[in-house]
């Protein structure tokens, strides 16, 4: 998938062995994030707050490897520090790397997780142009559909979009390791729970219908998950010159991707966020109507995104 947003450089760095990786979004640039999933792993999102002090920041860092991934960020940091890049403090520039994690502990080697040097490969791997997708960096030990438990789920991934809409351009990243099923625009399962037989069970229809208990009845069991262990994360770059509380509002809206893409979704077990960014040099506040061409463009691109995780490639 190629992406034509200047100012944009997007690396991978992945660990086939161990099932696990990173994937670096460069910037710098204006960003903002929604978080709506309840077991999250994060680094510096505060730093996203339209009232924080430090008005853009120099990379995002999506990685597997739950809160032990966070440690690829610290080589995220001194591959920047090196080249010159962060806030200015008067004593040292200090780059501002928000970062996201997914559990992938159970699916590889869980005494291998993204470390610092991950994170500067990530960085000296970054481009602009290109972005390989499927079970690569933060993709790589992705999985969805774990509703009858991890052994009755398949593969997720990482999946992007590019394109033009609403007269801007915009890039979608979405790393897929939901504890749901993924659907298609249609509604039909994509990526989810299958049966005994290898059918889609529709997980979330199960649950509406109350499920069926173990040892009571016949049909599949829905599993209690363990807590933490899955994550969709997603992001959404475009060139439109937004602020930082327009990009939080684009990444409000673009979140409603996940709710039309996922079920069930932003689950007790699972650390959903969206990021909304924007390299533009230029930073102006848009009227409401624009803003909301924008942010149904968002929604609709990262959409893309989190069907190519799981279609890509397959």
Do not use: Y
């Not at 760095?13 to 696990?20: G, L, M, P, Q, S």
């Not at 499920?211 to 009571?216: M, R, T």
């Not at 009845?217 to 899955?230: K, L, W």
């Amino acid at each position: 998938m190629a992406t034509t947003i200047t100012g944009l450089r997007v690396g991978h760095a992945t660990d086939v062995a161990a099932r696990t990786g990173c994937t670096v979004v460069l910037g710098p640039f204006r960003a903002a994030c929604d978080v709506r999933g309840l077991a999250t792993g994060t680094r510096e999102i505060d730093a996203l707050s339209p009232t924080h002090l430090v008005p853009i920041v120099d990379a995002i860092l999506l990685t597997g490897g739950s809160a032990f991934g966070l440690a690829a960020a610290e080589g995220v940091v001194a591959w920047l520090e090196a080249r010159g890049f962060g806030f200015d403090t008067g004593a040292a520039r200090v780059p501002i790397v928000p970062a996201a994690v997914i559990f992938d502990l159970r699916v590889g080697r869980a005494d291998r997780r993204p470390d610092a040097a991950m994170g500067a490969a990530a960085c000296d791997a970054a481009a602009e142009g290109g972005i390989t997708e499927g079970r690569v960096g933060a993709g790589t030990g992705a999985t969805a559909g774990k509703m009858l438990g991890p052994d009755h789920g398949v593969d997720g991934g990482l999946g992007a979009w590019s394109g033009s809409l609403a007269g801007h351009e915009f890039l979608a990243i979405a790393v897929v390791n939901a504890l749901g099923d993924v659907l298609g625009a249609d509604g039909r399962v994509l990526a989810g729970a299958r049966g005994e037989d290898g059918e889609f069970v529709d997980a979330a229809r199960v649950l509406r219908e109350g499920g069926v208990q173990a040892g009571v009845g016949s049909g599949p069991v829905i599993e209690t998950p363990a807590p933490g262990t899955n994550t969709t994360l997603g992001l959404v770059a475009t060139d439109a010159p937004l602020t930082r509380e327009a990009l939080q509002t684009v990444a409000r809206m673009a979140s409603t991707a996940l709710a039309r893409r996922i079920a069930p979704v932003h689950t007790p077990f699972d650390g959903d966020i969206v990021f909304a960014v924007s390299p533009s040099p230029e930073s102006r506040v848009v009227d409401a109507r624009e803003l909301l061409a924008i942010g149904s463009a968002a929604a609709w691109s990262l959409e893309q995104a989190i069907e190519r995780a799981v279609t890509v490639n397959r």
